[in-house]
């Protein structure tokens, strides 16, 4: 079974622009969760959508958005890029999204503003 | 609040030698606790998982970990070292109990393998 997919894998932009990422989760997954993870840090948690509906979300300014698709894929969105928006976003999957669950990562997108 | 706390930044070990990695715990409830390994330019493995079942957990690779209430800790260990366990280690906490599973992470420890 495939596991979780993230497009791209790597991603230059200039400050100002905004920027969209993907992320298809495990068949039968129907929780999606977003990390970022910046350079020699642990990542942080950026929201969690279960079943279409935001059920998460972390300390993150309005620029950053998300949301889920029926299939359960999901877009993280990112308005009037910063320089410190450079960092490795980190999609994960679970089953059902209840803190039991394992999380599943996809191999992220590498975010690079110049 | 949870929160993780990973004694060692760095840890260096020999082939063939065995692996601690430490890791304490806060948290007001019963945690959801994990340890995942990422090596360089990768996404996150998961190694394995407590789930307030056995408190001694076996995961991949030859990685275990035991849960000690006592001592809110949640340290990995595995007996001998191979260099393809060169990798940085996190040790999570799952965040806030019930219907998320916001993840809280550790800052890592990295185990680098002398031949």
């Known amino acids: 079974d495939a596991g979780v997919t993230q497009s791209p894998t790597h991603l230059i932009k200039t400050r100002g622009q905004h920027v969209t990422l993907r992320c298809s989760p495990i068949?039968?997954?129907?929780?999606v969760s977003w990390y970022q993870q910046v350079l020699g840090q642990g990542p942080q948690f950026i929201f969690q959508?279960?079943?279409?509906?935001?059920?998460g979300r972390g300390n993150f300014p309005d620029r950053f958005s998300a949301r889920q698709f029926p299939n359960y894929s999901s877009e993280l969105n990112v308005n009037a890029l910063l320089l410190g928006d450079s960092a490795l976003y980190l999609c994960?999957?679970?089953?059902?999204?209840?803190?039991?669950?394992?999380?599943?990562f996809g191999d992220g997108t590498r975010l690079s503003i110049l | 609040a949870q929160s993780v706390t990973q004694l060692d930044s760095h840890v260096s070990v020999s082939e063939g030698t065995p692996v601690l990695l430490r890791c304490n715990y806060s948290?007001?409830?019963?945690?959801?606790l994990f340890w995942y390994v990422q090596h360089p330019n990768k996404g996150l493995q998961l190694l394995l998982k407590?789930?307030?079942?056995?408190?001694l957990v076996k995961g991949i690779n030859g990685f275990e970990a035991e849960f000690k209430k006592s001592e809110t800790s949640f340290h990995l260990t595995k007996p001998s070292a191979h260099m393809s366990d060169a990798a940085e280690y996190f040790c999570?906490?799952?965040?806030?109990?019930?219907?998320?599973?916001?993840?809280?992470f550790g800052t890592g420890t990295l185990l680098a393998v002398q031949p």
């Open positions: 994960a999957s679970s089953t059902t999204g209840f803190d039991n669950q394992p999380q599943h």
């Open positions: 407590y789930t307030s079942a056995a408190t």
């Open positions: 068949s039968g997954h129907k929780s």
């Open positions: 999570v906490v799952s965040g806030s109990g019930g219907a998320t599973n916001k993840l809280i």
């Open positions: 948290s007001s409830y019963s945690p959801s």
């Open positions: 959508y279960y079943e279409k509906e935001e059920r």
